[in-house]
């Protein structure tokens, strides 16, 4: 099956800068890869996502990009703020039995100073 | 339109109590997702159910049972718990079409003594 490695597990940043977490994925079939913001006690909210036919997507301060060749994919946030403190997870799509599945990183937790 | 609800928010079970994790959704979404959530792990996949009358395994079914009632529910079942089935359950959902995005429930957190 698909696993998918993230790093690093914490990261910590000054307001104002920039933050980036790594994934990798082992199965070249994966084709979808959304990222996940948790805030704590709460549920997983979708903030970014990214199709295997497309290297780099970007939302006001935050971008993914795709490498298929080394199957790994990345979330940017630049001008980092104290609200985008929270568990950033990132997964990545296979079909199996007629449904998407995702297999998620194990997430990372994002503290950005003030 | 709520979107995904679990019911109850939080649980506590005594080992071998049963008990069944409700979650419904409004959004008229065919494929349905449980996992569980623990510190460290990310979030695994218990069990789905890719249209309605169809349930199959994920990564993590053993201990768990799953009925698909209708489009809307989704159920978990513990026969028996077990302290290592102490976590944060999710719930998600996802249409057919379009967006692969994923919808999660507010959790639900059980605690097995």
């Known amino acids: 099956g698909e696993n998918v490695e993230q790093h690093p597990s914490t990261l910590s940043v000054q307001e104002g800068d920039s933050a980036v977490i790594k994934c990798t994925y082992s199965d070249s079939a994966s084709n979808y890869f959304p990222w996940y913001k948790q805030e704590l006690g709460k549920r997983p909210q979708l903030i970014i996502d990214?199709?295997?036919?497309?290297g780099e997507k970007k939302d006001q301060r935050i971008a993914v990009t795709l490498n298929k060749t080394a199957k790994h994919f990345s979330l940017h946030i630049t001008e980092t703020q104290p609200e985008d403190s929270a568990v950033y997870f990132c997964?990545?799509?296979?079909?199996?039995?007629?449904?998407?599945?995702?297999?998620f990183g194990k997430g990372t937790k994002l503290s950005v100073i003030p | 339109n709520a979107g995904v609800t679990q019911t109850p928010k939080f649980q506590v079970l005594k080992t071998g109590q049963s008990m069944t994790l409700q979650c419904a959704q409004d959004?008229?979404?065919?494929?349905m997702y449980w996992y569980r959530q623990d510190p460290g792990m990310g979030l695994r996949l218990i069990y789905y159910?890719?249209?309605?009358?169809?349930?199959d395994k994920g990564e993590v079914p053993n201990g768990y049972n799953v009925s698909r009632l209708n489009k809307r529910e989704f159920s978990l079942r513990l026969e028996s718990a077990a302290p290592s089935q102490t976590s944060v359950y999710f719930c998600?959902?996802?249409?057919?079409?379009?967006?692969?995005?994923?919808?999660f429930g507010p959790g639900t957190r059980l605690t097995v003594l």
């Open positions: 998600a959902c996802k249409t057919a079409e379009g967006t692969d995005t994923q919808y």
């Open positions: 959004m008229n979404h065919n494929s």
């Open positions: 159910s890719a249209s309605e009358g169809t349930t």
């Open positions: 990214i199709r295997s036919n497309v």
């Open positions: 997964a990545a799509s296979l079909v199996r039995a007629g449904s998407y599945q995702l297999t």
